[in-house]
């Protein structure tokens, strides 16, 4: 008799050649990811050679109940890192059956910010470092803490090492191989200064495709926690306190930026970013204000900082970029749980599109 493990990873490529397309898409919360499969008829790489799928808006809070149809469209198709062999996940977006996109829809803007001429030519860069907690299911308290009680202070857990110091290493390391296969360029990981807490860090990526790696990254950590019986959070300031909060630091550069007298470029970005400072904080994450307090590696919520080598300010410039005269900045006001399709797309609208006068 075949064990449940046995049927989990049944190799399908003898017996048929249709293949298991996963689509995925982002709930009316903005943050719960939702997902459902469909059998095609074999290997599809082409995200527009995929069939359009409907799905009960009623049922995740972007449609009525009397006018329920939602329909996904197909954007982005990764490698089925559970399912393997030639199946596939797809990230898809929402629309009405007339072809509009729906409120939550967010990619559609970005995309349409991402593909005009001023953006493209500039090949705009990305890289992001999503910080997450890891939670003991049903308790909602970090992973390694002592049941309604705290470890030691901060200090040693970033970066750590050790049974009393890492909690959780194999669902993060799990998740950073599950990533590679899946062809995300998820670029590193790292246990960060709460314990329970981690961060991967995804990019370089270009334009749209840095949210939709980074929204997949995201669905694969889920799922891997869902086998382990433990919950991930994206809270930005998960425990109240004396405890670092979790952000997702955008990293961005663009063509000029990465040239000869970028330095000038990267200053002139951040002086508009500093205009902009409180529409971008309001577009940056809910609950950021929890964690944007100008302690524990912030800046206030209500002040606009730049520095080289700052982690206390609201852009940090490195000190490499300072001496070559050219790079990227950091962008260290997003929380955990912004969107990266609205983040993204608004630093480089923000950088090349408007006008401060």
């Keep these: ?32 990811l939702r997902s459902k499969a469909r059998t095609l008829s074999g290997p599809v790489d082409d995200p527009k050679k995929l069939p359009k799928w409907n799905y009960d808006g009623s049922s995740t809070g972007q449609a009525p109940g009397e006018d329920s149809e939602v329909i996904l469209y197909p954007q982005a198709i990764f490698k089925d890192p559970f399912r393997r062999g030639d199946h596939i996940l797809v990230m898809c977006d929402a629309y009405t059956p007339a072809g509009e996109p729906i409120p939550t829809n967010k990619r559609c803007a970005a995309a349409k910010i991402f593909s005009s001429p001023e953006v493209e030519k500039e090949v705009p860069w990305y890289g992001i470092e999503q910080e997450y907690t890891l939670l ?22 970033y970066c750590g090492i050790g049974a009393d110091k890492a909690f959780g290493r194999d669902i993060v390391d799990a998740h950073y191989k599950a990533c590679l296969y899946a062809g995300i360029n998820i670029s590193g990981i790292n246990g960060e200064v709460m314990p329970g807490q981690w961060e991967f860090q995804v990019g370089p990526s270009v334009g749209i495709s840095a949210g939709d790696e980074l929204w997949v990254a995201r669905y694969i950590i889920e799922r891997i926690t869902e086998i382990a019986g433990v919950v991930v959070s994206f809270d930005p300031k998960p425990i109240p306190g004396d405890w670092n909060g979790a952000g997702a630091h955008t990293n961005y550069s663009t063509k000029s930026m990465r040239e000869e007298g970028g330095y000038e470029v990267i200053k002139k970005a951040i002086e508009k970013l500093g205009l902009r400072h409180k529409e971008h904080i309001a577009a ?66 923000t950088t090349l599109l408007w006008n401060k006068s």
């Excluded at 017996?15 to 995925?24: L, R, W």
């Excluded at 912004?338 to 608004?346: E, N």
């Design 1 to 32: 008799m075949a064990l449940l493990s046995d049927l989990i990873n049944l190799d399908l490529t003898d017996s048929t050649p249709k293949i298991i397309a996963e689509y995925i898409w982002i709930g009316g919360s903005g943050m719960d």
């Design 284 to 349: 940056y994450g809910e609950g950021n204000e929890r964690r944007l307090t100008g302690r524990h590696e912030t800046a206030d919520i209500n002040t606009f900082l730049w520095g080289v080598a700052n982690r206390g300010a609201s852009i940090r410039v490195g000190k490499d970029t300072e001496k070559e005269g050219k790079g990227y900045f950091e962008d260290r006001r997003p929380a955990s749980n912004m969107d990266p399709y609205v983040v993204t797309s608004m630093i480089a609208e």
């Design 136 to 157: 003991q299911k049903d308790i909602n308290w970090p992973l390694g803490w002592p049941q309604g009680g705290f470890p030691g202070p901060q200090g040693p857990y």
